[in-house]
């Protein structure tokens, strides 16, 4: 990952290593409570953007590239959330009570390998209803550089990409 700085990538480090020792909610202050950085400098860099996928999927090639079994699924997760101005916020799908209902729905992208019986988490997306109905259809982007990667075809949602050379810069 050449486009990641030195300073994010110390924050991604610190905030991985907080992250798998504290306990309770995730908030700023927790957070800070386990680490050596402080609630400020958590708020400033959660403002900015990281490219978590590119992350999962570089951490998970060598593992992956043994295996010669592999599928990509997609999940929707369902939340109940109440409330008039929360982002997101609309009617979804809820398998559990067989019925549609008010909430946010959040959609995560995985790679299964079948020989382990094992799912690795990629990209997760928090689905919009307004997003969706101002878009068109959904853009569905094939990425050949990570299907080479991991010796795996796959088809990723990246709403934010307009055309298919703005995925060749991006990759």
């Given amino acids: 990952m050449t486009m990641v ?4 990538k110390t ?25 050596p950085m402080s609630e400020k400098r958590f708020s400033r860099w959660y403002g900015r953007s990281f490219d978590f996928f590119t992350f999962n999927c570089l951490m998970l090639s060598d593992l992956l590239s043994k295996s010669d079994e592999l599928i990509a699924a997609l999940d929707a997760s369902f939340m109940t959330k109440s409330g008039k101005f929360t982002d997101g916020l609309g009617m979804f799908w809820r398998g559990c009570t067989g019925r549609a209902e008010k909430g946010l729905e959040l959609s995560l992208l995985s ?61």
Avoid: E
Wanted: charged share 15%; proline share 4%; with cysteine.
């Fill in 5 to 8: 700085k030195k300073p994010q």
């Fill in 111 to 171: 790679l299964v390998d079948l020989k382990a019986n094992t799912a690795y988490a990629l990209d997760v997306q928090h689905n919009s209803w307004l997003t969706f109905l101002t878009s068109a259809c959904c853009t569905y982007c094939i990425t050949p550089a990570m299907a080479i990667m991991l010796r795996a075809p796959r088809v990723v949602r990246r709403p934010q990409y307009t055309s298919v050379d703005t995925v060749k810069q991006h990759f």
């Fill in 11 to 35: 924050f991604i480090a610190l905030l991985l290593s907080a992250l798998v020792v504290f306990q309770g909610k995730a908030t700023f202050r927790n957070l800070s409570r386990y680490s």
